[in-house]
């Protein structure tokens, strides 16, 4: 994009989406248009050059053939990088064609504010119009300005695993670099994105070596070479105890330990199976200290008890430590495995990943086992009765009844000596992104599905529900065609709907406490279409010992806090920056923060939740790739000086 001169007019170019046939890999779509827009007031951009439509190319001087980037010099003039015509095209500020400047594949323009210069990027970009062979050098060119644009320089750029010929226009995620002019500093300095980080899978050292080549460039042309002045990816790798990045899937979640109040971090620190992590990453609040904590198996899940133990969720086990030694606390109805002294076990696929636990104050266990009974032969059953009772082995199969799905999770809840007390104990849930379990045994959970108001979608339709229940209580009906037994019209509730969603369809939640909507995000799924990116551990709330529940609004930047019968207490942050929000406590952040107000929570995308006591909430943005410390204000407090307080003789 680019501003005009005067400031008034914006323009934008290099229009792609990503677009997916038959269930392929998605394929690039480009655009050949400019749109341009007034910066001031709310009307809408215009097409302005060529055509916003897929098939709108051409060579003529009316059209482009994927314009990648757009630039204006001091005198309003529109310049227009037409990549696969391998030229510049110039327009006056009405429109009217100017100039053409020829460049083989410009990918980025810009104008230097004061000389008007042109300096020009190229690489392979990502199209289906390229033949295959055809070679792009990755190249920096200076050249004069429009009334005599010769070649005065050019360099290679510095990319990084950079292929000349790469052929077709197929990828998974965004584009492959980025660049940004800065004409102002004192030596003109390039910003440079040399290449994507990549796949969030692999060894500890292989992400952590994408990372630190991934990191932004900057670069001055000095005597005939670009000369590296900073180079942020391996300030980074020098500065972070572990660097890594977040992408889709990765699932970062925090949790806090209630005796210490210590902070970890997890999701992809490491190798581990799918969606699995193998270390955490300790975070003393008090001191911002790091360090990283090797865990004995792969796991999926974790929570702490009061005393400080920590579960790990392991593929079909929960194991208890005590985490200063890493000795195993064993449980006195627990099983042995060949590598654990005693542990929860439960049936379930061990694979892709588990559904999650929780401890409650005084020691129940919760867990959300991993069932895809879809794939198996009893999906086919068509009885109401439970046809393998044992909870421990492989013939574990849940009661049955019209409407019920049994795929994704079901709960399991133990005492804290290890004796099972509430077995499925909330039915029909499909996927619960997360599980929480109260001093009395009510259970709480995020359903991936959309809660109704009078059967209608909420105006956040990609939102989650959150619900208690009593164990054992409540039960969800759905109109799934994953349910074994179809729920017949004659037996649906009748009254409205409660949840919508890719996993349940049309869904009635029975026997809960209360729910709540409007909570996280979990993929597309408005005017029927079902989808978008996966639920999988999308969000994570938190649960007090208080029973007042932490849930992430993802859409309103935003955390509410819910009392035990669901009753909003208060709502914390808004949208922020890291510079947004003025802390209690300024050491280690922003040296000049701005106050915002809303409690000085600035949240871009704070998904993560995790509590500490009633003392603090802490909040894993992940947007500003940053951990927020909240205090949790329930009381007035006042100082009083001590001279003002009576002595035992009244004095």
Same mark, same amino acid.
């Given at each position: 994009?680019?501003?005009?001169?005067?400031?008034?007019?914006?323009?934008?170019?290099?229009?792609?989406?990503?677009?997916?046939?038959?269930?392929?890999?998605?394929?690039?779509?480009?655009?050949?248009?400019?749109?341009?827009?007034?910066?001031?007031?709310?009307?809408?951009?215009?097409?302005?050059?060529?055509?916003?439509?897929?098939?709108?190319?051409?060579?003529?001087?009316?059209?482009?053939?994927?314009?990648?980037?757009?630039?204006?010099?001091?005198?309003?003039?529109?310049?227009?990088?037409?990549?696969?015509?391998?030229?510049?095209?110039?327009?006056?500020?009405?429109?009217?064609?100017?100039?053409?400047?020829?460049?083989?594949?410009?990918?980025?323009?810009?104008?230097?504010?004061?000389?008007?210069?042109?300096?020009?990027?190229?690489?392979?970009?990502?199209?289906?119009?390229?033949?295959?062979?055809?070679?792009?050098?990755?190249?920096?060119?200076?050249?004069?300005?429009?009334?005599?644009?010769?070649?005065?320089?050019?360099?290679?750029?510095?990319?990084?695993?950079?292929?000349?010929?790469?052929?077709?226009?197929?990828?998974?995620?965004?584009?492959?670099?980025?660049?940004?002019?800065?004409?102002?500093?004192?030596?003109?300095?390039?910003?440079?994105?040399?290449?994507?980080?990549?796949?969030?899978?692999?060894?500890?050292?292989?992400?952590?070596?994408?990372?630190?080549?991934?990191?932004?460039?900057?670069?001055?042309?000095?005597?005939?070479?670009?000369?590296?002045?900073?180079?942020?990816?391996?300030?980074?790798?020098?500065?972070?105890?572990?660097?890594?990045?977040?992408?889709?899937?990765?699932?970062?979640?925090?949790?806090?330990?209630?005796?210490?109040?210590?902070?970890?971090?997890?999701?992809?620190?490491?190798?581990?199976?799918?969606?699995?992590?193998?270390?955490?990453?300790?975070?003393?609040?008090?001191?911002?200290?790091?360090?990283?904590?090797?865990?004995?198996?792969?796991?999926?899940?974790?929570?702490?008890?009061? !005393?400080?133990?920590? #579960?790990? *969720?392991? =593929?079909?086990? @929960?194991? +208890?430590? $005590?985490? &200063?030694?890493?000795? /195993?606390?064993?449980?006195?109805?627990?099983?042995?495995?060949?590598?654990?002294?005693?542990?929860?076990?439960?049936?379930?696929?061990?694979?892709?990943?588990?559904?999650?636990?929780?401890?409650?104050?005084?020691?129940?266990?919760?867990? !959300?086992?991993?069932? #895809?009974? *879809?794939? =198996?032969?009893? @999906?086919? +059953?068509? $009885?109401? &009765?439970?046809?393998? /009772?044992?909870?421990?082995?492989?013939?574990?199969?849940?009661?049955?009844?019209?409407?019920?799905?049994?795929?994704?999770?079901?709960?399991?809840?133990?005492?804290?000596?290890?004796?099972?007390?509430?077995?499925?104990?909330?039915?029909?849930?499909?996927?619960?992104?997360?599980?929480?379990?109260?001093?009395?045994?009510?259970?709480?959970?995020?359903?991936?599905? /959309?809660?109704?108001?009078?059967?209608?979608?909420?105006?956040?339709?990609?939102?989650?529900?959150?619900?208690?229940?009593?164990?054992?209580?409540?039960?969800?009906?759905?109109?799934?065609?994953?349910?074994?037994?179809?729920?017949?019209?004659?037996?649906?509730?009748?009254?409205?709907?409660?949840?919508?969603?890719?996993?349940?369809?049309?869904?009635?939640?029975?026997?809960?406490?209360?729910?709540?909507?409007?909570?996280?995000?979990?993929?597309?799924?408005?005017?029927?279409?079902?989808?978008?990116?996966?639920?999988?551990?999308?969000?994570?709330?938190?649960?007090?010992?208080?029973?007042?529940?932490?849930?992430?609004?993802?859409?309103?930047?935003?955390?509410?806090?819910?009392?035990?019968?669901?009753?909003?207490?208060?709502?914390?942050?808004?949208?922020?920056?890291?510079?947004?929000?003025?802390?209690?406590?300024?050491?280690?952040?922003?040296?000049?923060?701005?106050?915002?107000?809303?409690?000085?929570?600035?949240?871009?995308?704070?998904?993560?939740?995790?509590?500490?006591?009633?003392?603090?909430?802490?909040?894993?943005?992940?947007?500003?790739?940053?951990?927020?410390?909240?205090?949790?204000?329930?009381?007035?407090?006042?100082?009083?000086?001590?001279?003002?307080?009576?002595?035992?003789?009244?004095?």
């Amino acid at each position: 994009m680019a501003f005009s001169p005067d400031g008034k007019w914006l323009y934008l170019t290099g229009y792609r989406w990503l677009h997916t046939t038959g269930g392929g890999t998605p394929r690039v779509i480009w655009t050949h248009g400019v749109l341009r827009m007034r910066f001031e007031g709310d009307a809408e951009p215009e097409a302005f050059l060529g055509s916003m439509k897929e098939d709108g190319f051409g060579s003529d001087n009316a059209h482009f053939k994927i314009p990648t980037s757009v630039a204006c010099d001091s005198r309003g003039r529109v310049y227009v990088a037409d990549y696969l015509n391998d030229r510049i095209q110039v327009f006056l500020p009405d429109g009217r064609f100017y100039k053409t400047v020829k460049i083989q594949k410009p990918s980025h323009v810009a104008i230097h504010h004061d000389t008007d210069e042109l300096y020009v990027f190229s690489w392979h970009l990502r199209n289906d119009y390229l033949k295959a062979g055809t070679k792009v050098p990755a190249r920096f060119t200076k050249l004069g300005r429009l009334e005599d644009p010769r070649v005065v320089a050019s360099y290679p750029l510095p990319l990084r695993d950079y292929r000349q010929n790469r052929f077709g226009a197929y990828v998974t995620t965004g584009v492959d670099y980025h660049v940004a002019f800065d004409s102002w500093a004192k030596q003109p300095t390039i910003w440079l994105v040399p290449r994507k980080p990549g796949s969030i899978y692999g060894s500890v050292e292989r992400i952590e070596a994408t990372w630190a080549s991934s990191g932004i460039l900057l670069l001055v042309p000095k005597q005939g070479k670009l000369v590296l002045k900073r180079d942020f990816g391996q300030e980074a790798r020098r500065a972070v105890v572990k660097l890594r990045y977040s992408q889709p899937e990765d699932n970062q979640r925090i949790y806090a330990n209630p005796k210490t109040g210590l902070v970890y971090v997890t999701g992809r620190l490491g190798g581990g199976e799918y969606k699995g992590f193998v270390d955490l990453l300790e975070i003393d609040p008090r001191t911002g200290k790091c360090r990283t904590i090797p865990l004995p198996f792969v796991t999926f899940d974790i929570c702490f008890d009061a !005393a400080g133990h920590v #579960y790990l *969720q392991g =593929g079909g086990y @929960v194991a +208890r430590y $005590d985490i &200063k030694t890493w000795r /195993a606390v064993p449980w006195d109805y627990g099983v042995e495995l060949k590598d654990q002294i005693s542990v929860l076990q439960y049936p379930g696929t061990s694979g892709g990943y588990q559904g999650g636990i929780a401890v409650s104050l005084k020691g129940h266990v919760v867990v !959300a086992t991993n069932h #895809y009974p *879809q794939f =198996g032969s009893f @999906v086919k +059953r068509t $009885d109401v &009765k439970r046809t393998g /009772a044992a909870l421990v082995g492989r013939k574990y199969q849940p009661p049955l009844y019209p409407g019920r799905v049994v795929s994704g999770r079901i709960l399991h809840v133990w005492v804290k000596h290890g004796k099972v007390v509430y077995v499925d104990a909330v039915p029909g849930l499909n996927y619960a992104s997360q599980v929480r379990i109260d001093n009395e045994d009510n259970l709480y959970l995020i359903s991936s599905n /959309a809660r109704l108001r009078d059967g209608e979608l909420p105006f956040n339709d990609i939102s989650g529900a959150l619900m208690k229940f009593k164990p054992g209580k409540g039960r969800i009906v759905s109109r799934s065609k994953f349910a074994p037994i179809p729920l017949k019209d004659d037996s649906r509730p009748k009254r409205p709907a409660d949840l919508k969603g890719a996993d349940l369809r049309t869904a009635w939640v029975e026997g809960a406490e209360w729910l709540h909507g409007g909570v996280g995000r979990f993929g597309s799924r408005g005017k029927g279409v079902y989808g978008g990116h996966c639920t999988c551990k999308s969000v994570r709330f938190a649960l007090d010992y208080f029973r007042r529940s932490f849930a992430p609004e993802t859409d309103r930047y935003s955390v509410i806090v819910l009392d035990a019968n669901g009753n909003r207490i208060v709502r914390l942050g808004t949208y922020g920056n890291v510079d947004d929000g003025r802390p209690l406590d300024l050491a280690g952040g922003p040296s000049k923060p701005r106050s915002i107000g809303a409690g000085e929570v600035a949240l871009f995308n704070g998904s993560y939740l995790a509590t500490h006591t009633d003392r603090r909430l802490f909040i894993y943005d992940h947007g500003n790739a940053r951990v927020l410390s909240v205090k949790l204000g329930y009381h007035r407090e006042q100082r009083i000086a001590l001279k003002d307080v009576p002595d035992e003789a009244g004095r």
